[in-house]
């Protein structure tokens, strides 16, 4: 997305990330910035996420097809700042395309937890490795099987 922001830049296609490049510089330009730029109005900002959108319900179908999983979780300081924007997108694109049963199943959902969440996922990983003697800070001990 920030490519595309500075492409447009580049182009004179949007005066709000143009202004915002000006004061930050085009290298610092992030998907906060254009997602700032969507509510403000620019229909180039508007447009980029439009894409982004689209980009992210495609990715939730394939999700769904290929782990059928019951639940996604999606956090993050975009999912944060665009709420039903991004999601309702996602699960109209899953309920319309995805396999019915996985579907009918999964429900996809904003992270309740925020910046914690990545935290909270890794949690249950870290207790079951505790007491397995190979895991030592993420590689196998050295007199395991596989030498």
Known sequence: ???????????????????????????????????????????????????????FAVACVGFVDALNPTRIVVGGAISDAQGERLLGPARAEVAATAFRTPRDRVHIVHAELGADVGLAGGHPLVIARLGDPAWRGGRANSNSANG
């Open 1 to 55: 997305m920030a490519r595309t922001a500075r492409a447009a830049i580049a182009e004179g296609a949007s005066p709000f990330l143009a202004a915002r490049a000006a004061l930050k510089g085009i290298d610092a330009i992030e998907a906060r910035d254009i997602a700032e730029g969507e509510d403000a109005g620019d229909p180039m900002c508007h447009a980029i996420f439009e894409k982004g959108r689209r980009a």
